[in-house]
């Protein structure tokens, strides 16, 4: 006999046997048992959850020999013929591959004829939302008054693209994802079965991937097995994967506590060396601080290991919070970059920096009030000592400048091509105004944009462009922010009115008046005086 794969082995073949659906097979058992039996259902719910097997086990149950039953007996010949798939009466249609209006006029056209060998004719229509309207609206009158010895069961992973009329006609059934444990378990089952040794740590693995799927965990435990010789391991799951060791995650992590940057750039180059893509370490690296965080605020969850929860202590919950803002960020520009590894060695250098916007410092001997330009990120005050000519020479400031957020959001201008090309996808005209666009200042509640001419402003103010460009704002930076639009040439206009001359005085300034000074520019927060 030729080699089977493990979730066709495994596929359950008795309500009991579908893990995590208890909600559904408590419910059809006992309208089995009860004789309340509908014409038509619907199974929704993610992949490998057990919606075409639910339908089976049903189809089964209500011909059996000994039925309608809770349960299958698996033992009479309608039901051996229906788990082979020969039984003529019980028709499994894939929609994705038979979605036209003719296929399903042939069905309507068949289905007033009576069963020939069980109770009743079972139509099981998979991926049901892959049918065009016109072949919906054939199905409809029959789905609405099918024959008596007609049961349709409709199974979809996108509820929401079946027509309302169509749901309303079925009792709907959701198949929900199967818990991490669940899956655990049901793996370890297995390989006990198959008389294979593999440790709880790589059935973890396989079951942090499928991720609330039981097929798509039995197929990746296949293939490991396939490629382990000496037992199944989690090195070897994630040499298949493509996926970080847990290990390794929460050692990078250690090195983003205690600011190891060199140690930290070099495990992300061995992370890439061995082949693992930027895209998966960085969705490991999120999953596993949120882990933390969960961890340590007591949330249970069964996929948070032991080894996580002792490392709650470690870090602060504000440091964990930073980690994932910063992680999502990058999750949203990796498409846009065509070297994704660059992001990834930022954040490292970020994240092991000692320099943080209020370590600002300022000497009573050595004060440089420098030009506070609108289209900075930054504000960098020289340690040297200023001359005589320096002193003299007259400062321009500009008032316009929000004075109480010197330190200009950055994160607008690297976020900013992620933005363009996220409305880029949902209006393109709108995307080509806004590329000629520069963003010219950012307060913490406006963001200004100057554009090229007159027409290209009103074009991005219009009311509906307007509200979507604020709308991808708020949505990266988690902020409501008014956009302001203005031309080019009206910004320089206006930078020129806002502009005034601080003359300072010939004479040295006495030491207080120049820290009075650099508080009233930076705020008290930002500027410490060191004797």
């Known amino acids: 006999m030729s080699y089977r794969a493990l979730y066709r082995v495994w596929r359950p073949q008795h309500f009991r046997d579908l893990v995590g659906q208890e909600h559904v097979t408590t419910t059809l058992a006992n309208s089995l048992t009860g004789g309340h039996i509908s014409h038509a259902y619907l199974f929704s719910g993610p992949r490998g959850t057990g919606k075409t097997s639910a339908a089976k086990i049903f189809a089964k149950a209500v011909n059996c020999k000994h039925g309608p039953a809770a ?4 033992e009479c010949e309608s039901c051996k013929s229906i788990t082979k798939g020969t039984l003529l009466d019980v028709i499994e249609i894939d929609a994705a591959s038979n979605r036209g209006v003719d296929e399903i006029r042939d069905l309507r056209d068949k289905v007033k004829y009576a069963p020939t060998e069980v109770r009743y004719k079972v139509y099981i229509i998979d991926e049901v939302h892959m049918l065009t309207t016109e072949a919906f609206n054939a199905l409809l009158k029959t789905l609405e008054e099918p024959p008596a010895h007609v049961i349709f069961i409709l199974a979809t992973t996108e509820p929401h693209k079946l027509p309302a009329t169509i749901i309303s006609r079925c009792q709907r059934f ?3 994802r199967i818990p991490h444990q669940h899956v655990v378990q049901r793996l370890q089952f297995v390989v006990e079965q198959e008389g294979i040794t593999a440790d709880l740590a790589a059935l973890e693995q396989i079951a942090r ?3 609330g799927g039981l097929r798509d965990a039995l197929s990746l435990l296949d293939q490991a097995i396939s490629f382990s010789e000496n037992g199944l391991t989690e090195d070897v799951v994630l040499s298949i994967i493509g996926g970080v060791s847990e290990h390794s995650l929460l050692q990078l992590l250690s090195y983003l506590q205690t600011k190891d940057r060199s140690a930290a750039l070099q495990q992300i180059d061995d992370f890439i060396t061995y082949g693992i893509e930027v895209d998966q370490v960085v ?9 933390i965080l969960l961890a340590k605020t007591s949330v249970e969850k069964a996929s948070i290991s032991e080894a996580i929860r002792n490392k709650t202590q470690q870090y602060e919950t504000d440091q964990l ?3 994932i803002d910063a992680l999502v960020l990058i999750q949203q520009q990796l498409k846009w970059v065509q070297f994704p590894q660059v992001l990834l060695e930022l954040f490292i250098i970020r994240q092991t920096s000692t320099f943080t916007p209020h370590n600002i410092q300022v000497t009573q001997e050595q004060v440089s009030m420098q030009h506070i330009g609108t289209n900075t990120s930054t504000i ?8 005589q000519e320096q002193k003299n020479e007259p400062k321009k400031i500009d008032p316009h400048a929000d004075q109480g957020s010197v330190v200009v959001h950055s994160s607008v201008s690297q976020i900013w091509p992620g933005i363009l090309q996220s409305i880029k996808q949902q209006r393109v005209t709108l995307h080509a105004w806004l590329a000629d666009g520069e963003i010219v200042e950012t307060t913490d509640h406006t963001i200004t944009i100057a554009m090229k001419g007159a027409f290209h402003r009103d074009t991005v103010l219009k009311a509906e462009n307007k509200q979507l460009i604020e709308q991808e704002l708020e949505k990266v930076l988690h902020k409501a922010y008014e956009l302001k639009v203005c031309t080019r040439e009206e910004w320089e206009n ?3 009115r806002n502009e005034i001359s601080v003359a300072t005085p010939s004479e040295p300034e006495a ?5 009075k000074k650099a508080i009233s520019l930076f705020g008290e927060d930002l500027v410490t005086v060191e004797k």
Do not use: H, S, Y
Request: charged share 30%.
């Open 71 to 74: 349960e299958p007996c698996n």
């Open 174 to 176: 959701p198949f929900r």
């Open 209 to 211: 991937v499928a991720d």
């Open 283 to 291: 969705q490991d690296l999120l999953l596993i601080t949120r882990d």
């Open 321 to 323: 919070m930073q980690w």
């Open 380 to 387: 960098e005050i020289p340690q040297k000592k200023m001359n």
């Open 494 to 496: 206006q930078r020129g």
């Open 511 to 515: 030491p207080d008046d120049i820290v």
